[in-house]
Nanobody, 124 residues
């Protein structure tokens, strides 16, 4: 598994961005995929996750109603649609994957595969 996160950039408060997570052209079928983020000087934190195969989703409270995680199995890609962005959303965003759903899906230690991260900067 070689995850690649992309789509970050510099935006203003209230703008939207869509992040993508691929597996270097290989399938993500069977993998549970999550997004984490790490702000400067802070620990990496859970943002959202999407299950395989039913695409059930989970979110951290701070992004509920603004972010949406989805997967397109035909494109082997998981997306994180981020709307109504705030300066506190500024961070490096990472996608992570594991086989089999973990009860503690929000725990970064449960994920075996990580992408390189993509920087999202939200200006006020």
């Amino acid at each position: 598994v070689q995850l690649q996160a992309s789509g970050g950039g510099l935006v203003q408060t209230g703008d939207s961005l869509r992040l993508s997570c691929g597996n270097s052209g290989r399938t993500l079928s069977g993998y549970q995929v999550a997004w984490f983020r790490q702000a400067p000087g802070e620990e990496r934190q859970f943002v959202a996750a999407v299950r395989w195969p039913n695409s059930a989703t989970r979110y951290v409270d701070s992004v509920k109603g603004r972010f949406s995680v989805s997967r397109d199995n035909s494109k082997n890609t998981v997306y994180l649609q981020m709307n109504s962005l705030k300066p506190e959303d500024t961070a490096v965003y990472y996608c992570a994957a594991r086989l089999n759903w973990a009860v503690d899906y929000y725990n970064l230690g449960q994920y075996h595969h990580w992408g390189q991260g993509t920087l999202v900067t939200v200006s006020s």
